[in-house]
């Protein structure tokens, strides 16, 4: 008795696995930036509390090479590592515009334009990074520097979350809506304390007033000061948001995370003064905690503003079927 013939079965494709949309895709490019550039920070913060911005003395090779082996100590590897993550931002933002050209049609008409102003913003920042070895670590361009360094993090973060799927708020009343500019209002702030923190510490106002400049202690206590706007305006948020319980989750989340990061920044910054920036671990956390603050404020007001139509429409249901009649 024979066997029977099986028929023969197409064999499955090498590559199983579901395409993600376009939006997804640069969604999770956008986060990975996000996060790209927060390291950034840190090694920027690093390299600066250990006085390595000068540790390459040219621009934009170090000593001459690629990789300065023979010249390699933590110092020079510090900046020199970090020119190496500036570089791989800058690699990963022309990758964002090509695929945002390349998916133009499947993505928000803003993301094409956005992805140009970053690339715009690694470009000014790669010519202050440059500036920065010139100029001999100049106070105006290294605080130039971390600015545009933050607003390039908020364009990034900014553009991830508006692309997050949209949520549901069931609002009791409309004047609810307006929560957002309450996050926008914090994040700005906090965006100006950075700033500031920023000639704090391209100064060494610290180490300088206790050294008797007193012009520069004009400076850190500005700074000192300056901290009272921005923990009052998420503390407003913080408030805001408990008082309204029909909020979204993920709003909440993020108003009483910006309030706990705010206590940790305050924390973080009265240990680095009072240990006069002799522990730098936490000189660096304070750097990227503050990143941190204002990215999270950015992505409440992100959300908040973006789905306040939903919002709205959860408040008064019945006007839409009035209108439809």
Known sequence: ???????????????????????????????????????????????????????????PLCYGKLVPAAEMN?????????????????????????RSSQWRSQLPAWMLPISLLALLL???????????????????????HLGTALLFFATIVMSAVALLPHISQDVVKPF????????????????????????????WALHQCLGGFASLCRIMYGHLFGVIPPTLAVLALVIW????????????????????????????????????????PLTVAHQLIGATLLGTLLAFFILARRDRPISIYHAHPQAESAGSH
Not at 22 to 35: E, S, Y
Not at 127 to 142: D, N, R, S
């Open 176 to 203: 609810h809506s307006r929560i957002h500019w309450a996050g926008a209002i914090a994040a700005l702030l906090v965006y100006l304390q950075s700033l500031i923190g920023a000639l704090v510490s391209s100064q």
């Open 241 to 280: 948001a408990w008082r309204l319980p029909h909020l979204h989750p993920l709003l909440h989340a993020l108003a009483y995370s910006s309030g706990l990061l705010v206590l940790l920044q305050i924390g973080l910054g009265f240990g680095t003064f009072y240990l006069h920036l002799q522990v730098e």
């Open 122 to 144: 690694v470009v000014v920042q790669g010519g202050l990074g440059a500036l920065t070895v010139t100029e001999l670590l100049k106070f105006e361009i290294v605080t130039a």
């Open 1 to 59: 008795m024979t066997n029977p013939v099986l028929p023969l079965q197409p064999s499955p494709p090498f590559n199983t696995t579901p395409t993600q949309p376009p939006i997804d895709r640069v969604r999770g490019l956008l986060w990975k930036l996000a996060f790209a550039t927060l390291v950034l920070m840190a090694i920027g913060s690093a390299t600066r509390v250990a006085n390595a911005g000068l540790a390459c003395p040219d621009w």
């Open 74 to 98: 933590l110092q020079v590897f510090l900046e020199w590592f970090h020119r190496l993550d500036a570089s791989l931002i800058g690699l990963m933002t022309i990758w964002l515009v090509v």
